[in-house]
């Protein structure tokens, strides 16, 4: 199936007419092609936004508001297609698409469709001046959304429903490794009335159609989720044109466990957060620091657990780890595992691909666990994105603090304690910009979520996402 770019409402083959392979993952297999889009078709998108901006800016907020539900609610009505059509793409597992994906991309619409309503304007009172100060935050213009593969529908829908809301319309680009759900979306978007031109979707490279996007003079604000070196190019470009950026970037989390910790709660989770997605999540706890009195007793049981889990293929309901989202990543991650028993590093569960039934030339890795005897180890210091963790042990507080920081990331942590003091001083000691203790990705979408360091510049979620998309400016009125 051939995917077109999406452009003023309409569907259309890129201006040069060339395309790129759209590849399975689960059997290895080209299914498809994508618009390999030029800097031509990203003006023809800019073009679009530019001539539906002066009318969007000025719908009403319950207008653009019931626009976003009905694009939330057809999402959910289709969540069977679009979750088999984001598993296929991707290859993640179905149950896994079904059950995050796509519920979550629903409820981004419907979030920000309800968070518009409730985004107030600010009055300061010079108190004795006689005058008075109004904040009032318009929209942008045209903006620029770019998002990773990992979660495709999610992290797309999770840029472009505020984007939208706060009254801006978009050239959007979802990577070009999983295009398939942001396509769809467009018929969505159709289906549920948004106007033409709100929302343009261009297909291609990120070197060439993502890069054009950044590059472009009147785009005037970029939100990109993806790699940190990617993420420093984009800087790069956008800072002399002053543009504002949000980079959510990558991470290297630490997953802190204490002796007083809830143990079966941790473990289930921990698995979970190792492996969730074949680990190609950001907020993946990659690093696993286990305090040293129950080290080896975690070690017997996380294992036993892990090789329970089954590698399969993604349409099987009993599929845990589906398939890596290319044969360039999958390489790269084992790449990584070449290198652990280098660095002194011990494999202790996992390690090698997988042959699949059903699935024989698709990309499929054993959920791999490797004991490291340091930190600064480069298993620990990269972002490995795949499903491979490490785990070492500590002594106390300090030492778990030290380990945890130690990295140039700090997007997340979670912290396992049932002791209320401790969580108290190690949440505010950790570097990093969501700290989860007892649980894992529990997401309230009220709350900022984004990193530090490395992990990015920004917040998005909530109101924050809001000020994002939008320029304050302030009116300051005199009276007698
Ligand atoms: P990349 O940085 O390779 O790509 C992200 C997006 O940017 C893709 O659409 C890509 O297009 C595009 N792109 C690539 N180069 C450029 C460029 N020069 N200019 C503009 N756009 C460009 O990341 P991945 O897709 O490999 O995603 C994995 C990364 O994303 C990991 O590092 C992960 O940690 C991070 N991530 C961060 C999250 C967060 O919230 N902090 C959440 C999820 C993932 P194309 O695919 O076509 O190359």
Not at 43 to 66: D, G, H, I, M
Not at 88 to 111: E, H, M, W
């Amino acid at each position: 199936m051939n995917i077109k770019n999406y452009i003023n409402g309409e569907f259309v083959n890129p201006i040069k007419n060339q395309w790129i392979d759209n590849y399975n993952p689960s059997i290895g297999e080209v299914y498809g092609k994508i618009p390999n889009s030029s800097e031509e078709d990203v003006e023809k998108a800019y073009q679009a936004a530019k001539n539906a901006f002066p009318s969007w800016s000025k719908t009403t907020l319950n207008e653009r508001s019931a626009i976003l539900s009905k694009i939330s609610f057809l999402i959910k009505d289709k969540l069977e297609f679009l979750a088999k059509a984001e598993s296929k793409d991707n290859g993640k597992p179905l149950t896994l698409a079904k059950a995050v994906d796509i519920p979550r991309a629903s409820s981004n619409f419907q979030f920000f469709a309800n968070a518009i309503t409730q985004f107030a304007s600010e009055a300061h009172e010079s108190v004795g001046l006689n005058a008075v100060n109004l904040t009032l935050r318009h929209p942008i213009g045209v903006v620029g959304c770019i998002s990773p593969w990992n979660l495709p529908l999610y992290l797309f829908t999770w840029k472009i429903a505020p984007a939208i809301a706060a009254g801006n319309c978009v050239v959007a680009k979802p990577s070009e490794v999983t295009p398939m759900t942001a396509f769809l979306l467009g018929e969505i978007c159709n289906e549920a009335g948004l106007p033409k031109g709100v929302l343009n979707i261009v297909h291609g490279l990120g070197s060439t159609t993502g890069q054009a996007i950044v590059s472009h003079p009147n785009i005037k604000a970029i939100s990109f989720t993806g790699g940190t070196s990617t993420g420093a190019r984009i800087a790069r470009i956008a800072a002399p044109m002053f543009k504002k950026l949000s980079l959510e970037l990558g991470g290297k989390n630490p997953n802190i466990i204490f002796a007083d910790c809830d143990y079966d709660k941790m473990l289930e989770t921990t698995v979970k957060s190792s492996f969730a997605n074949q680990g190609q999540i950001c907020l993946c706890g990659s690093r696993i620091f286990v305090e040293e009195s129950i080290f080896d007793r975690f070690k017997v049981d996380f294992i036993k657990k892990v090789s329970n889990l089954k590698v399969g293929i993604p349409v099987d309901p009993e599929t845990n780890v589906g398939a890596l989202v290319s044969k360039s990543h999958l390489e790269k991650v084992n790449s990584y595992i070449a290198i652990a028993e280098a660095e002194g590093g011990e494999i202790l569960f996992g390690g090698h691909e997988v042959n699949v039934e059903g699935g024989e030339n698709g990309y499929y890795l054993q959920p791999t666990i490797i004991e490291v005897k340091s930190n600064k180890c480069k298993l620990n210091q990269e972002e490995i994105f795949g499903p491979v963790v490490t785990i070492m042990s500590f002594k106390n507080e300090e030492e778990a603090l030290t380990l945890a920081n130690d990295v140039p990331y700090g997007l997340s942590a979670t912290l396992w304690t049932n002791d209320l003091n401790r969580t108290m001083t190690m949440t505010q000691e950790i570097q990093a910009g969501i700290v989860w203790v007892n649980t894992w990705l529990m997401r309230d979408l009220r709350t900022p979520f984004g990193g530090i360091k490395s992990s990015g510049v920004g917040r998005e979620g909530g109101f924050e996402a809001l000020r994002f998309f939008s320029e304050p400016k302030n009116i300051c009125i005199e009276y007698k």
